[in-house]
């Protein structure tokens, strides 16, 4: 069974990641684990790239972006006001999730959608919105990229919710 932590990514959300995970980002940003968050690797040429590579993968990405995207629907559902025509929900496939909309005239929907080499964001007619690649750099760090620039979670969320959570018609 793995053993599972609450962190704080770099945008400030509590995130559960795993241990292997979280000893795989440390390693791969030089943390020696003293606490002070500060230790740089003093021989590099021991660096586990093969564990910090294989937690660099686009199933684990996934997952993630799905707890974070659950989060994001049950904070902006807790925003709205006490008898709001309208809710957004999440939805979980084999290998997709889908937030939704909806109100009493309205139903529309983003969909996250795990492929072979990236993670397709489509809106609800199907339509492509962008897809996230991973890049594993030569500093050792796992990268979200979007249109060839890096991203964080955060920002890949808001770009593809951020139209169906706040958009006034």
Known sequence: MKSVEKVNDKSGNNV?????TNAAN????GKNGNGNGNGIAK?????????????????????TLRQQAEEDVKTRNAQ??????YEFSVADDIDAFTVFLKAKDVSRSVSF???????A???DQASSKFQVRL???DAGECRLRVDDQ???YWQIRRMALEDLMFRQE
């Open 16 to 20: 559960a990641t795993d241990t292997a």
């Open 26 to 29: 440390n390693a791969a940003n």
């Open 43 to 63: 021989d590099r040429s021991k660096f586990d790239w093969v564990t910090s590579r294989s937690a660099c993968t686009l199933p684990k990405v996934f997952a």
């Open 80 to 85: 709205r006001p006490t008898y709001a025509p």
């Open 113 to 119: 959608k795990l492929n072979e080499h990236a993670i």
């Open 121 to 123: 964001v489509q809106d």
């Open 135 to 137: 890049h594993f750099t």
């Open 150 to 152: 890096e991203r964080e």
